[in-house]
């Protein structure tokens, strides 16, 4: 079960491997070394930039010196085994494509999770200076020196309803199906966030993301913060999120109801 109080504790190393994430690359961002990726993926394209490398090494390099103990997940440098139930997921880049682009939509992804539940969750964008933390029933944004309390928007319904996927062609035939059905009730859709989507979601700007073929160290931060801001998190059964697969978050359960009656149809 979540742990608030073990969560709140390690908020301050949290917050120095955010701040180890950014000096890694800030320096980088907009740079040639940034628009001239290497490809990870020998039958597509999966760009990795040495600002992945470098944020995922000094990260590890913190944890394993003052928690040893603990288990590392990471996107680059894969895994770590731990022995005290507590694993630190970290995508060092969420939204590569995008940092390769100079675009700020791209975001340090850093959660906590303790024998499988998301305890702790950082969505950092480094560019804009903005902070999405999530722990226990709370989250804020911390930018430009000011704390807020994050609060998802009051949706009523989904044809009032910002959505929001970061590429629909990454999507099976039969998933797209179920999101083209959704996009087609909602107000507005915006694509190409990445993670970004999900920690507006929790600022009430948008009220519902959809997307699959997620893995553990895309979703684990995300947890805490839109639960943390007042939203929910489920699989496309409607059932308890998992850390990967397809994934629902949404504003509201009233507007998430609403959406599961399409996503129940291509479930895995």
């Not at 040639?32 to 394209?45: C, I, M, R, V, W």
Request: aromatic fraction near 6%.
């Amino acid at each position: 079960m979540p742990d608030p109080a073990l969560a709140r504790s390690l908020l301050p190393l949290a917050a120095r491997l955010s701040d180890a994430a950014r000096a890694a690359i800030l320096p980088i961002f907009r740079t040639t070394a940034a628009s001239t990726p290497q490809n990870k993926d020998l039958s597509g394209f999966d760009p990795v930039t040495e600002a992945d490398r470098a944020s995922e090494r000094v990260m590890r390099e913190i944890i394993t010196a003052e928690r040893p103990d603990d288990g590392i997940e990471g996107e680059e440098y894969g895994s770590t085994p731990g022995t005290s139930g507590l694993t630190w997921y970290l995508d060092p880049i969420d939204g590569t494509r995008a940092f390769v682009a100079g675009l700020p939509s791209w975001c340090v992804l850093i959660g906590l999770v303790k024998n499988g539940n998301p305890i702790l969750g950082i969505i950092d964008q480094p560019w804009l200076d903005e902070r999405y933390v999530g722990v226990g029933d709370e989250a804020w944004l911390d930018c430009r020196g000011a704390r807020t309390k994050l609060k998802t928007r009051d949706c009523p319904q989904l044809t009032q309803a910002v959505l929001s996927t970061t590429d629909p062609f990454i999507l099976t035939p039969p998933e797209r199906g179920a999101f083209e059905h959704i996009r087609a009730t909602a107000r507005l859709t915006r694509y190409g966030l990445d993670a970004y989507a999900y920690a507006r979601l929790a600022a009430g700007t948008i009220d519902m993301v959809i997307e699959s073929g997620l893995k553990p160290h895309d979703v684990a931060a995300l947890f805490p913060v839109i639960e943390g801001a007042g939203g929910v998190v489920t699989d496309w059964r409607g059932g308890p999120a998992q850390l990967g697969g397809q994934i629902v978050a949404a504003a509201n359960r009233t507007i998430l109801d609403e959406a599961l009656i399409s996503l129940r149809r291509s479930a895995l």
